[in-house]
């Protein structure tokens, strides 16, 4: 037998002051607990309390609201009560500290959400969109990641599940009448049902992958020689001032981050100093950073001043750029060359890159087109309904499913154990999302990105 949870405790609400601040008990049998801190009130489940919240000694340390919530009603499924008071920093270290007294320890990330999983208050893919809505960085990925936590993601995969169990029946069902599987699974119209079920996986798979782009969002750096413009880029980009534009070459001495919005994706753009070989020892630092963040990077933004062209500096700059490291050409200054913004079909790009784009960083022109390039570059599709976060941890869940499927696909009609084998590992894959079978410590990797409180 294993011994019951005890009770945790945390401050439910962001460091620091604020007009309110929250206490978030859970555990078993609260009521005692409430009414030593409440000086003996009993609050009825669901009703705010208001009261002083006592010390040991029965004087006051705050006074505020107690809600209690009686197990399973709660989020948890526990008992679970919330100590909501004036939101000072001393006050609720004091207040969580009477809690410890009275029994409580201090919860770990994510470790009420993580009670609310073991407790089937949420499935695994639902708990994740907790952490996903409190650092959604846009309001699309936002409004996505609540859609998942109501249980539109998992909707579907429990239908490829059931899809997945209702075909095992079938296929496993003929083991024990070999000498009839084949003209029995053609009668059950199988691989007509198999196909259907692969059709519904890439449907939910390209929702998936769309549902990543906004929630990860892209990684662009900006490369080019010193002083081609890489700064006011960021700045156009932006609409502000972030970065220091002057003439002098190697104004930017370290990496400057900055992230816009672009149709709802978040992207991270990153202003490399300038790569070259320097003496200065603070600007070598910038350099190395530089080369980090163009490693990590998703896009590169080339620029090019087109009065210079392609010169050594810039080829040198090409040079440590990975072969797969997707490129977007930008050739520069057209306030002063005369040339058309836009995006240019015909020109051949000097960087290897699929895409050449004329701008102006000094007066917009060509913005519009390089933002359109950008989200194309991710391939990202726009926000629709169908949509819903998704991580890299469900993506490889159903990329596994999708290839045990054709696998299954390419069973012979006298590879009866063989496809039954292939469906179960894709059930399997597909069940891995909302936690069905899930090892204990992947769950502790998941939770331990939550914040405390929640």
Known sequence: ??????????????????????????????????????????????????????????????????????????????????????????????????????????????????????????????AESVADLIDAS??????????????????????????????????????????????????????????????????????????????????????????????????????????????????????VREQITLDGVPVHIIDTAGLRETDDVVEQIGIERSRKAVNEADVALVLIDPREGLNEKTRSILADLSAGLKKIEIRNKTDLTGEAAGISDGLAALSGADTVIRLSAKTGAGLDALKRALLQEIGWQGESESLFLARSRHLNALHAAEAELENAALCGNHQIELLAEHLRLAQTACSEITGEFTADDLLGVIFSRFCIGK
């Open 138 to 255: 846009s309001k699309s990925a936002a409004r996505m990641a609540l859609r998942s936590l109501k249980g539109a993601f998992s909707q579907h995969i429990h239908g490829l599940v059931d899809d997945l169990i209702t075909l095992r029946m079938l296929v496993e069902a003929t083991l024990d009448f070999p000498e009839e599987d084949i003209d029995f699974l053609e009668a059950a119209d199988a691989r007509g049902k198999l196909q259907a079920l692969q059709g519904r996986l890439k449907t939910v798979l390209a929702s998936a992958e769309q549902g990543a782009i906004l929630r990860e969002g892209m990684n662009v750096v900006l490369v080019g020689a010193p002083n081609v413009g890489k700064s006011s880029l960021l700045n156009a980009l932006a609409g502000d001032d972030i970065a220091i534009v002057t003439d002098i070459a190697g104004t930017t001495r370290d990496t």
């Open 1 to 126: 037998m294993t011994a019951p949870n005890p009770t945790i405790a945390a401050i439910a609400t962001a460091p620091g002051r604020g007009g309110v601040g929250v206490i978030r008990l859970s555990g078993k049998n609260l009521l005692p607990l409430a009414a030593q801190i409440s000086g003996g009130k009993t609050p009825k489940p669901r009703v705010a309390l208001y009261t002083d919240f006592l010390d040991g000694a029965g004087q006051p340390i705050d006074n505020g609201l107690l809600l209690y919530f009686a197990a399973p009603a709660s989020f948890t499924g526990e008992d679970v009560i919330e100590l909501q008071g004036h939101g000072g920093p001393v006050v609720m270290e004091m207040l969580l500290q009477r809690c410890m007294e009275l029994g409580a320890k201090p919860a770990e990330p994510g470790e009420f959400t993580k009670r609310a999983f073991l407790n089937n208050k949420l499935d695994l893919a639902q």
